[in-house]
């Protein structure tokens, strides 16, 4: 399971270094969005093993948190687009706007976290929507790792 997703994290992170390339990010974070969002439900889909009783109310309340943590996710990348093209001449306010955004963007997936997990709660079970707060923060935390390893450290040369 781990293997196969790190697979399909890396193959994501490799398009979007990629992306970050071509001048109209908005339409390359939606088609990337797009392709990792069927991977990451088929992810999903395997590791939840729904019964079928509960599988209508989970995927409904899925897809409108994928909508939501979407517009997250394209901020995120914005961020990481503006580090990107500014990244060797940072300065004071540079740092201080890019420090404030992160941290509210991290605060926005937390809080969007919160939020679903109990209409998954209420939904499935507690188990059920702690499997799947587990797995998403999983896939999260697994994209942000091998993002930062990829990207500079201010004032790097």
Known sequence: ?????????????????????????????????????????????????????????FWSIYQAYEEDRKEI????????????????QIGEEEADQLAKRTLSNDLALSKLHSSYYKKFKKATSALYAAKFLQIDTYIHNTIRNAMQQELPFIDEN
Do not use: C, H
């Open 73 to 88: 996710s394209r901020e995120r990348i914005k961020i990481i687009n503006d580090y990107l093209t500014a990244y060797d």
């Open 1 to 57: 399971m781990k293997n196969s997703f790190l697979l399909t994290a890396f193959s994501f992170i490799l398009f979007v270094q990629f992306s970050f390339a071509q001048s109209a990010v908005d339409d390359e974070i939606t088609l990337i969005q797009s392709s990792f969002g069927m991977d990451k439900k088929l992810i999903i889909e395997g590791y939840m093993d729904l019964p079928e009783s509960l599988s209508d109310g």
